[in-house]
């Protein structure tokens, strides 16, 4: 009886982490792409663009990423930011994220008010970026979690977080 009990035990926490993991990327597969919106968004309004920062967890055993959208770009150029950017949203997304700019760092996206975009490894901890980077290739975001895969793509004219698979 015992040794069913343990069988049964075993089965039931294995098809839940199997069945977790679709559902992390499919949660994380809708999140994204509507915080993205609302950059674009706050993007147009704010008068001097958006950033969102995407942070791994540091922790192997935290599993996910944070996404933080801050109204302006950390410019020292004396735009309407001037480095001082305020955070709108936090929210912590489940997977593993890795991106084709930074692998599994952090990385920064900056949003026009026109809507487009350059990126590069960058967190509020830097301060102002003397010079806003070019965007030249298309950002290529991953998220994974067990099999499940969800890829999306980022190009430099425009700000809409396009999924690929």
């Known amino acids: 009886m015992l040794i069913v009990l343990a069988l049964m035990l075993a089965l039931l926490a294995g098809s839940y982490a ?49 996404v933080a959208l801050y109204r302006y770009r950390p410019r020292s150029n004396g735009a309407p930011g001037a ?17 084709s700019a930074t692998g599994g760092a952090p990385v920064a996206i ?25 965007c030249t290739v298309p950002l290529s975001l991953t998220i994974a979690a067990g099999s499940a895969l969800a890829r999306f793509q980022l190009t430099c004219d425009d700000a809409r977080l396009t999924r690929t698979s």
């Open 18 to 66: 199997l069945s977790s993991a679709p559902a992390s990327v499919a949660s994380a597969t809708l999140a994204l792409p509507r915080l993205f919106d609302e950059a674009r968004l706050l993007a147009t309004t704010s008068g001097d663009g958006a950033t969102i920062v995407l942070t791994p967890s540091a922790a192997p055993a935290a599993r996910g990423f944070d």
């Open 83 to 99: 480095g001082g950017i305020a955070l709108e949203k936090s929210e912590h997304l489940a997977g593993a994220l890795s991106t």
């Open 110 to 134: 900056f949003l026009s008010t026109s809507g487009t975009v350059s990126y590069s490894a960058w967190t509020p901890a830097s301060g102002p970026v003397p010079q806003e980077p070019a």
